[in-house]
């Protein structure tokens, strides 16, 4: 085996919540977060100080931790936590009913008896908050309070703190006294992370690195056009200028943040979503960045598919994949290195639903594995294998936070005869980048394009909007009638309104309970840009982007299904399935047309999801010519695309993709006759009891979009207990 350098990089971030304009700061992410996995990460790694790896703090994060912790910042769940039970609006109580289980149940509400006990007595889908507010008392209330906040306390404090220990044990009928001591320790927490960083930094065990300061999408503000590159058909906003000094101002504004923050010049760069184009290399490199990271599927294209890999996730040319590689523009260099992008998803999707011990053994001997497929292939360099993902946003699917997992994988990779873990930028120090890219591809980490935050009518709205709202800030500062310090502070809300987040959201692939939250702020910002120039926002500004509208479901499912997935029409199979009736047209080029698909049916059975259509006119499998590819889209659990294709009597074969990956376990079963039917294990889907789950179904022939079930919108439905039956007989 040839020896591996592993580079573990936590990509750490959150945007900019708070309205600084409005006085508003309506999300608790940042805190709730800060005092479990920000918090959490870096004291695992302190557990292991042979252990050596890379975290990137984005500026927007550490802005607003620091505002927790010597601003007094609060946010609205902070506010509503502090209250009495009797000291609580209705709306207050509504806020909380609405807001403090937007956790993973099976995770983080099942293992505790008491949070289970409310989130059961809430009647999550069921019941409005003010119908569900009548069943809890104040007891309830105080209870749900400290829970909301406790559950997201990192388990590695209640082992290190044994007043957190014996709340936790409590369990039930907490005090006033206690939740105000609970949400006081909460902020000393958040008090600690950013020392435990420089602690960490400054022992020589983590590199820090930062992402340009709001996080933007560099390549599209310095030109929308670069998403045709990957997308060549996509439609773009109606203003395509880019803002290029933006991406510069971001890019610098991050560098000297952090150094002022952390004392210690940067090295390196995540570019936010891992997203990069040949045009930001000079700026970034000019600001003193030495080196940058981003996804395989970037290098893949960049050398045309010299480094790619097949159908079953195989790389040709391993050892090209796992260096760095050089690139430059206007006589200035950049060193990039190009995430692993399936060992990195195993821990961010997969090894969740796996036992601690076989995950670490499944992922070391894939480390293993490439370090054999490189051997002899790259020279005496040891192969680099980059392990890039979000550092917070996975955890909350692990049992117990994944502390067992990350603590077992940290100590077997340092015990490991082969395999050395690496800061990026040692590593570069030793065996500097040799091989040059002609052109680096423009790109993100998600698909190596930038679908997710353009080209969509909702992404193309809001860049419009942005388009608009800079261009009066540009006319503004060119006349030079308001003060340098109000221009700042429009350009800051400018800057703000740039991140990424807002986009993501606005595409029809992602949604929350919070997406309208989102559509508000992004717009208070651009709002915010007239009013702090003295000028009452445009009237587009009020009203929200469309939003795409949840399809109508005629019933959810009742009991749970027992299919033979034959095609044949069998009534008692489905009588117990939720059901969609079609209404739609198919797509553009044939509004007119009648659908071919007359109804979705939807439900359950013990361990796999059901899907059956149904045919406007006849048996479907007599117009199975029509189409010649069915894809059911995921949205939640999100990434999971089941492709079956072709659509055969016979020979239907299907496919499930985890963002591109294919997922090997998961047996699906097709039939294709009078109806359509078709089962997927749950396990597949990475789905368990209680998880939300939105898809839609789309049809195609020879790649053009035919029909899209449900027409506008999504199915959506909740995983079943398997005692579901029961409780539907009790209700």
């Not at 940042?30 to 870096?42: E, I, N, P, Q």
């Not at 293992?111 to 569900?132: N, T, V």
């Not at 199975?624 to 079956?644: K, N, S, W, Y």
């Not at 053009?704 to 579901?724: F, H, K, M």
Request: proline share 6%; net charge negative.
């Amino acid at each position: 085996m040839h020896d591996v350098s592993l580079a573990f990089f936590w990509h750490q971030h959150q945007p900019y919540y708070p309205d600084d304009v409005g006085g508003e700061n309506p999300m608790p992410w940042v805190r709730l977060h800060g005092t479990k996995d920000y918090w959490g990460m870096a004291m695992l790694l302190a557990e292991v100080p042979e252990l050596r790896a890379s975290i990137n703090l984005v500026p927007s994060l550490l802005a607003q931790l620091s505002a927790y912790t010597e601003s007094g910042q609060e946010d609205g769940h902070l506010r509503v936590s502090r209250l009495a039970p009797d000291q609580l609006s209705r709306e207050d109580v509504h806020y909380l009913l609405d807001n403090v289980f937007m956790v993973h149940p099976e995770r983080m509400i099942r293992p505790y008896p008491r949070y289970h006990e409310l989130y059961r007595k809430r009647g999550i889908s069921i019941d409005s908050a003010e119908q569900a507010r009548k069943r809890f008392d104040k007891r309830d209330i105080l209870d749900l309070q400290v829970w909301s906040n406790l559950v997201w306390i990192h388990p590695l404090a209640f082992e290190r703190d044994k007043d957190l220990a014996g709340l936790l044990a409590k369990g039930k009928h907490f005090t006033e006294q206690e939740k105000q001591w609970l949400l006081d320790r909460q902020k000393q927490l958040l008090a600690e992370v950013v020392p435990l960083h420089r602690e960490l930094e400054a022992r020589g065990q983590i590199e820090l690195t930062t992402t340009p300061f709001y996080h933007p999408i560099l390549p599209l503000l310095w030109d929308k056009r670069l998403a045709r590159r990957a997308m060549p058909e996509v439609v773009l906003p109606k203003h395509l200028d880019g803002y290029p000094g933006d991406a510069e101002k971001q890019i610098r504004m991050a560098v000297e943040y952090h150094e002022r923050l952390f004392g210690r010049p940067l090295r390196g760069m995540w570019p936010s979503e891992g997203s990069v184009c040949q045009e930001m290399i000079a700026a970034v490199a000019g600001a003193g960045i030495e080196w940058i990271a981003t996804d395989e599927e970037i290098l893949s294209c960049s050398t045309d598919g010299w480094v790619s890999r097949d159908g079953q996730g195989f790389l040709r040319n391993p050892e090209m994949l796992y260096r760095p590689w050089r690139v430059e523009e206007q006589g200035k260099q950049l060193q990039v290195i190009f995430r692993d992008h399936a060992m990195s998803d195993q821990i961010g999707f997969h090894y969740q639903s796996y036992d601690a011990d076989h995950a670490v053994n499944d992922f070391l001997g894939k480390v293993e594995a490439i370090g054999n497929a490189t051997a002899g292939k790259a020279g005496s360099r040891p192969t680099l294998v980059s392990i890039i993902l979000d550092g917070e946003n996975c955890w909350e699917y692990y049992p117990n936070s994944g502390v067992d997992f990350l603590r077992k994988l940290y100590r077997r990779v340092v015990d490991h005869p082969r395999i050395h873990p690496v800061r990026v930028g040692d590593y570069l120090d030793e065996h500097p980048a040799t091989d040059k890219l002609g052109h680096l591809f423009p790109g993100s980490w998600i698909r190596h394009n930038f679908g997710i935050w353009i080209g969509h009518v909702n992404c193309n709205r809001a860049w419009d909007l942005l388009y608009e709202t800079r261009r009066r800030l540009a006319q503004a500062a060119d006349e030079r009638s308001k003060p340098p310090e109000v221009l700042d502070r429009a350009w800051r809300e400018m800057y703000i309104a740039e991140g990424s987040d807002w986009f993501w959201w606005f595409d029809e692939e992602h949604s929350s309970a919070q997406d309208n939250l989102f559509d508000r702020l992004f717009r208070a910002h651009l709002q915010n840009v007239y009013r702090i120039l003295g000028e009452p926002p445009p009237a587009e500004l009020a009203r929200p982007l469309a939003r795409g509208r949840r399809a109508a479901v005629e019933g959810q499912p009742t009991g749970l299904l027992r299919v033979k997935v034959d095609g044949r029409q069998t009534y008692f199979e489905w009588i117990n399935a939720g059901h969609h009736a079609c209404q739609g047209a198919r797509g553009t080029m044939n509004m007119a047309a009648e659908t071919l698909v007359s109804d979705l049916y939807f439900g359950f059975e013990v361990d796999r999801l059901a899907l059956r259509l149904d045919a406007r006119t006849g048996a479907l499998g007599d117009r199975l010519a029509e189409f010649d590819t069915l894809r059911v889209v995921f949205l939640q659990p999100g990434g999971f695309v089941l492709t079956v294709s072709p659509i055969d009597r016979k020979r239907s074969k299907a496919t499930l993709d985890h963002y591109g990956v294919p997922v090997r376990q998961a047996a699906v079963r097709v039939a294709a006759d009078a109806i359509f039917e078709m089962t997927v294990p749950l396990a597949g889907l990475g789905l368990s009891t209680d998880d939300p789950v939105r898809f839609y179904v789309q049809l195609s022939k020879d790649k053009t979009l035919l029909e899209r079930v449900p027409a506008e919108g999504t199915i959506d439905t909740t995983v079943p207990s398997p005692d579901y039956e029961f409780v539907m007989w009790q209700a």
